[in-house]
């Protein structure tokens, strides 16, 4: 499952790639203070702790003029709203998955956890060598943002459910969390893909309001 940087500056061209540096020389002393939003869980396993790492990152390789302040998903956005919070400048980072943008854009949704497609080393190579992150940056251009790749957990390869499945036709009319392109597959199969952030899933599953749900795990 593909974890996204979004970098909002004023034009494209003056945010550099990778490190997310200012838009604009910063005085020497000067500290620049940025915030990232998440749509993880402050600290969850794995993914809030990769959007730590990268915040840890960004002061480091700016030599400490960039400081970067991480808020977890409810701190200061909600989840699903970190998209359009970088892009209307309530923070200047987001850490989230492509897929979960479809709304904004489906061809986002291949940027992510694609059924069957690449893995972890595959889609570096297709981002930096195979044109993929241009055409990445093509699909952002309109919000004004910016992507980076900011982690990888590889391979998302099952599932946990309620009930065993044994063919094709135990998923009609199974409720299940799994967004992106994921999903389209799920509906097309008589399911009904339900679009979660991580802190809602386990509860979601306890109470009955899913009955099943992917995600990156086990983390362990």
């Not at 302040?69 to 309530?90: C, I, M, N, Q, W």
């Not at 980072?93 to 709304?103: R, V």
């Not at 009319?173 to 679009?195: D, F, H, N, Q």
């Amino acid at each position: 499952m593909k974890r996204r940087d979004f970098i909002r500056g004023a034009a494209a061209g003056a945010v550099a790639a990778g490190t997310g540096m200012a838009t604009a020389p910063a005085q020497a002393g000067r500290k620049i203070k940025w915030k990232m939003v998440t749509t993880w869980p402050k600290n969850f396993p794995g993914l809030g702790t990769g959007a730590n790492y990268l915040a840890e990152l960004i002061e480091e390789m700016s030599g400490g003029r960039i400081q970067v302040k991480v808020f977890g998903a409810k701190e200061l956005v909600p989840a699903f709203e970190v998209f359009d919070a970088v892009s209307r400048g309530t923070a200047q980072l987001g850490h989230g998955a492509a897929y979960y943008w479809k709304g904004k854009s489906e061809a986002a949704q291949f940027f992510t956890a694609v059924p069957f497609g690449l893995t972890a080393q595959e889609m570096n190579a297709w981002l930096y060598h195979g044109g993929g992150m241009e055409l990445w940056q093509e699909v952002y251009a309109p919000f004004g943002l910016i992507p980076a790749a900011a982690g990888n957990t590889g391979v998302q390869m099952g599932g946990w459910f309620n009930k065993e499945i044994n063919s094709v036709a135990d998923l009609e009319g199974l409720k299940m969390r799994i967004p992106g392109l994921g999903g389209e597959v799920l509906s097309r199969a008589g399911g009904t893909p339900v679009s979660l952030p991580g802190g809602e899933i386990f509860p979601s599953l306890q109470s009955g309001a899913i009955d099943a749900t992917e995600w990156v795990g086990p983390y362990n």
